[in-house]
C-alpha cells in the first residue's frame, strides 16, 4: 500500500524567504504525486502534479516541487514567500486500483507560517 | 466550471442522529471521491463512484455509513447512529477522469455532541 510522509508538522519563514517542504512516499510502481494546499475553512487547492517526464515541476502561486526517484521524494519549493502563503501544505500520492480509482494517499500536512 | 460544492458546510448533531451530507460535482465530471479528514491529519479515503457505480469503499467506511450518486450526478453521503468519533471534516472531490486532478469541495464540518 502507498503512504506519504511529510516529517515537518509546522514549519515558520519570513515573509520574502525561501521555502522547502518536504514529502516522501512509498509506492511499489511509478507514482502520481501531487501537493495540494488547504487554507483556514477551504477545500483542498491543487498547486501542482507529477505524473511523468520531465521531474522538476511548475505550478500555480510560483511553486515548484522535484521528483527524486533514488529518494522517493517530491519535495515543494518556492523562491520567495508571501503572507498569503500561510496555510496547511499536503503531499499526496494517487494510486491506480481496480475499476480506475485513482485515490489519492496524503501525508499528514505541513502548517506553514508566514512572519513579517 | 462552477466548482465541487456541499452542503451544508457545517453540521451539529447528537450522538445517535443521524445526519446526511449532499455534493455536487462539477458537471461533466464522471468521478466522483469522498474523503475524511480529522483533526491535524490529511484527507483518507472513504469512497469511489464513477458514473452512479459505487465502486470501491475502504474499510473506514463502517455499515454505518452509506453513500449514493443516483444518475450520476450529485451524491449523498449518510451516517446513522452518528458517534463521537465520526466528528471530522468530510470531503467530496470530482474528476474528468484517468489522470486527470481531483477538484475538491469545501467540505461539511461535522461535530457529533
Known amino acids: 500500500a502507498q503512504s506519504v510522509t511529510q516529517p515537518d508538522i509546522h514549519i515558520t519563514v519570513s515573509e520574502g524567504a525561501s521555502l522547502e517542504l518536504r514529502c516522501n512516499y512509498s509506492?511499489?510502481?511509478?507514482?502520481?504525486l501531487f501537493w495540494y494546499v488547504q487554507s483556514p475553512g477551504q477545500g483542498l487547492q491543487l498547486l501542482l502534479k507529477?505524473?511523468?517526464?520531465?521531474?522538476l515541476v511548475q505550478g500555480i502561486k510560483g511553486f515548484e516541487a522535484e521528483f527524486k526517484r533514488s529518494q522517493s521524494s517530491f519535495n515543494l519549493r518556492k523562491p520567495s514567500v508571501h503572507w498569503s502563503d500561510a496555510a496547511e501544505y499536503f503531499c499526496?500520492?494517487?494510486?491506480?486500483?481496480?475499476?480506475?480509482?485513482?485515490?489519492?494517499?496524503f501525508g499528514t500536512g505541513t502548517r506553514l507560517t508566514i512572519i513579517p | 466550471d462552477t466548482g465541487v460544492s456541499q452542503d451544508p458546510r457545517h453540521k451539529i448533531t447528537k450522538r445517535g442522529q443521524n445526519v446526511t451530507f449532499r455534493c455536487d460535482p462539477i458537471?461533466?465530471?464522471?468521478?466522483l471521491y469522498w474523503y475524511r479528514q480529522t483533526l491535524g491529519q490529511g484527507p483518507e479515503f472513504l469512497t469511489y463512484?464513477?458514473?452512479?457505480?459505487?465502486?470501491?469503499k475502504s474499510r473506514l467506511l463502517s455499515d454505518r455509513f452509506s453513500a449514493e450518486r443516483p444518475k450520476g450526478s450529485f451524491s449523498t453521503l449518510e451516517i446513522q447512529r452518528t458517534e463521537q468519533g465520526d466528528s471530522a471534516m468530510y470531503l467530496c472531490?470530482?474528476?474528468?477522469?484517468?489522470?486527470?486532478?481531483?477538484?475538491f469541495g469545501p467540505g461539511t464540518r461535522l461535530t457529533v455532541t
Open positions: 472531490a470530482s474528476s474528468r477522469g484517468t489522470l486527470y486532478e481531483q477538484y
Open positions: 509506492y511499489g510502481a511509478t507514482p502520481y
Open positions: 507529477y505524473f511523468s517526464g520531465d521531474t
Open positions: 499526496a500520492v494517487g494510486a491506480r486500483s481496480n475499476f480506475g480509482n485513482e485515490k489519492l494517499t
Open positions: 458537471s461533466e465530471h464522471n468521478r
Open positions: 463512484f464513477q458514473n452512479e457505480a459505487q465502486l470501491e
